[in-house]
């Protein structure tokens, strides 16, 4: 197990140091959890009290938060404690890469690029024409599709399915049981019979682009389906064919966008949104959970729908009234136009 100085750990973020130069972490623990050899953070107000309380050989602060904390603690001190944990849980990150060599029984084809230092997982498969860039991992079972392209320093995870000419970008991740490629959602109706539309477009998805497990992300039917830099989108998501989304937003799990929606920029998703297709999302909106929107938004700022969680029997209350709002709003009008005659 790896070591680290408060004095590697400060200067790995450009973060001001006290205390003992030398003292030495392995890991990185809750506040109220962590021991000696942890480092651990505060980002939260409310958690002060528990500064001097902690046994973590390093404590990673605001400058607020210094007179909080005992005169003998090891401090980073950063403006910012929350990104400052982020920086160095990267740091010291001990998981695994997905493959770390090429196996003997991944099948790749003779016509596929592979770059400099890859690495391919047991049994996977990759097909003609696909291009896989330098230090890219592809892990176990993954399966990469005829002309696919995956970035320089991008990780799949075990079973990611990316489907024929898919383009990703670099350093991106994205974990196991994904699809990137699928069909979308097409089909014509004659007289009760569904007829398939086969979706000509593809995925592109650009640079730092993580995308949770078992996502799925449709091809487009004639333009592509669009992912751009910078986007996180968490597990158990649909995302469906023409979808555009826009830099830096991020999306969390279970959220599902009909076709031909435009996300824009910097947007927040919350958990179990549903998002009507064929409109515009503005950038910067931020939509909480279980969140249904049927109409475009227009104007950043904090969307919501749905009910919060009550008792059963406040619940009962609320759909009954719910169900007879259509009577009490005729009998209002007619309330309003007595009054006003």
């Known amino acids: 197990m790896r070591s ?4 590697e750990l400060a200067e790995h973020i450009g973060g001001a140091l006290r205390g003992s130069a030398d003292v030495v972490v392995t890991g990185i623990a809750p506040l109220d959890k962590a021991s000696k050899s942890h480092l651990t953070f505060i980002s939260n107000v409310k958690y002060r ?5 902690s046994q973590a050989g390093i404590l990673v602060v605001s400058e ?36 770390t ?23 996977a498969v990759i097909e003609d024409g696909a291009v896989i860039g330098d230090n890219a991992v592809i892990g176990a079972g993954c399966f990469i599709g005829k002309n696919a392209k995956i970035g320089a320093n991008t990780q799949l995870w075990a079973n990611v399915s990316i489907y024929h000419n898919v383009e990703i970008g670099d350093s991106c991740l994205i974990q196991s049981g994904a699809v990137i490629g699928s069909d979308g959602f097409g089909y014509a109706n004659e ?34 389906t669009v992912i751009e ?9 649909q995302i469906a064919h023409n979808v555009h989304i826009g830099t830096g937003t991020a999306v969390a799990g279970g959220v599902i966008m009909a076709g031909s929606l435009k996300v824009g920029r ?6 179990a949104s549903v998002i009507n297709g064929h409109m515009e999302i503005c950038d910067q909106a931020i939509i909480t959970g279980m969140s249904m929107v049927m109409k475009p938004i227009t104007e950043k700022g904090i969307y ?18 719910t169900m007879d709002i259509d009577k009490m709003n005729k009998r209002l009008k007619a309330v309003e136009k007595k009054l006003a005659d």
């Open 49 to 53: 009290p528990y500064l001097t309380l």
């Open 101 to 123: 060599e090429i196996s003997p029984s991944a099948v790749i084809s003779d016509t596929a690029l592979l770059g400099k230092n890859v690495s391919v997982g047991a049994n």
């Open 266 to 271: 910097y947007c927040q998703i919350g958990g």
């Open 191 to 224: 007289r009760g019979q569904w007829i398939k539309i086969p979706q000509t477009g593809s995925v592109i998805i650009g640079n730092h682009v993580e995308i949770g497990a078992c996502t799925c992300i449709d091809r487009g039917a004639l333009d592509n």
């Open 4 to 7: 680290y100085t408060l004095k």
């Open 304 to 321: 919501s729908s749905g009910i919060p969680a009550q008792t059963n029997k406040e619940w009962r209350k609320t759909a009954a009234l």
């Open 229 to 237: 830099d910078n986007v996180i989108i968490d597990n158990l998501c």
């Open 64 to 99: 607020a938060d210094v007179e909080f904390c005992a005169e003998n603690a090891n401090l980073i001190i950063v403006k910012n404690p929350y990104v400052a944990y982020a920086l160095l849980a990267q740091y010291m990150d001990s998981t695994p890469k997905a493959a």
